[in-house]
């Protein structure tokens, strides 16, 4: 099992920066990847951002490109999102994913990741 603590969130105005971060803890053996994902109310769960093993491959969905950025710190078993510029459709739940997988470019869909964290409340008002 492994176990998955975000933190980080809160409540900022629009152009607001927040960083969030993300422990993992348990048999976090091997190299894997992990994403983070968000959740607005009535919307359903879609990845932000993904990174491979070894931190050289990313990926970013449109919408946050440019003012996000995922980074990871192995010997920490720690991930980060830097989020800047934040916008009110930032707003949403971030949730971060972990999945046993060397694969580059990462994993982007939620159903490739097996273990998911609590979640961490993101608002921006305007």
């Known amino acids: 099992q492994v176990q998955l603590v975000e933190s980080g969130g809160g409540l900022v105005q629009t152009g607001d920066s927040l960083r969030l971060s993300c422990t993992a803890s348990?048999?976090?053996?091997?190299?894997?990847?992990m994403g983070w994902f968000r959740q607005a109310p009535g919307k359903e769960r879609g990845v932000v951002a993904a990174?491979?093993?070894?931190?050289?491959?990313?990926y970013y969905t449109d919408s946050v490109r440019g003012r996000f950025t995922i980074s990871r710190d192995n010997a920490k078993n720690t991930l980060y999102l830097q989020m800047n510029s934040l916008k009110p459709e930032d707003t949403a739940v971030y949730y971060c994913a972990y999945k046993n997988s060397v694969r580059t470019p990462p994993p982007r869909a939620a159903r490739d990741y097996d273990y998911w964290g609590q979640g961490t409340q993101v608002t921006v008002s305007s």
């Open positions: 348990g048999r976090t053996f091997g190299n894997y990847a």
């Open positions: 990174i491979n093993w070894n931190g050289a491959s990313t």
